[in-house]
């Protein structure tokens, strides 16, 4: 699962079910099913656990992510409201719920379950539960243009919680606000201390570093240290809960920006493709629009148009003060 190998990951899954069922594997299996765009198979997963009499928010979750890949926002709801009020538990469908407001642009409500997620994982004493959540804010922030807040987010959670993972996201966030002197010292001392730890040298520190060269405008050098990434790029990236696809993102935006038109709209569309991976993170939506600027580079302003609606279209709601859709707008209004 880390390495995104999901077909193999499977059938040793199975085994560990027949073994010894649990709330991890069940959840786990499901993750698997829905990363290989099998949504049947995943709520089938699931269903096990009623006979075994097992619940918790890891299965609720996966419930979540099923009702999100079908558009089912009823069921959503239901697994919010489970969580309710639940030590430890409730946290991870607040936060769920964040990112689900993000993802279609609705970024007031998205800061106020993140609010609300870390205050509740402070209630339960998980400080470094409580940082993941404002760090995985602070990306949003920096997604979205707003780059002063997600700055603030990632040093917020870096004085909550200042381990490895919640380091690895703050300084992609940083990275990813043009803070890019402190991004570059948070790797640095990553690269030092973890020198084996295989999903941070292989997924977090070439995103990190990428981005960095990304604000420098050097896309060529971005490529190339993205390469070490490939073969975890649609893996589970821990400590989320889901696979971000950042490498694939970033080397679409570098692609971009050195009028590799054909090139970057293939990562985009990677990103498109596999939404039993990304699911509800805010790329998923963001692929549409960098795949919009991504045909505009090949001069096909049809399917430019197309992919610019389809972005709308999920932020037919969204803040009208969030900058990347003040450009999104700008920029299909020239297209007409």
Partial sequence: MWLGQWEN????????????????????EAQIYLALDRSGQASTALDQTSATNID??????????????RGDQETMRRQL???????????????????TEAYFGRLGKARDFSQQAIESAKRADAKETAALWQVNAALREAEFGNREDARKDALAALVLAPGRDIRSVAALALARAGDTAEAAKLANGLTRDFPQNTVLQGYWLPSIRAAIELDAKD????????????????????????GMLYPIYLRGQAYRLTHRGAEAAAEFQKIV?????????????????????????????????????DFLALWKDADSDIPIYQQAKAEYARLQ
Avoid: M
């Avoid at 493709?273 to 505009?296: K, Q, T």
């Fill in 219 to 242: 896309s060529t050098k971005a490529v190339e240290i993205l390469k070490k990434a490939a073969p975890y790029e649609l893996g589970q990236c821990q400590p989320f809960q889901l």
């Fill in 9 to 28: 990951a499977l059938p040793p899954q199975q085994d560990a079910w027949r073994l010894e069922p649990s709330v991890v594997g069940a959840a786990a």
């Fill in 273 to 309: 493709d596999h939404r039993g991976i990304v699911l509800n993170f805010p790329l998923g939506a963001l692929a549409h629009l960098e795949l919009a600027r991504a045909y505009l580079l090949e001069g096909d302003k049809t399917k430019a148009s197309a992919a610019y609606q």
């Fill in 56 to 69: 918790s928010y890891l299965v609720r979750l996966a419930r979540y992510q099923i009702a999100f890949f």
């Fill in 81 to 99: 409201a489970w969580a309710a009020g639940r030590s430890g538990e409730e946290d991870w469908l607040l936060s769920a719920q964040s990112d």
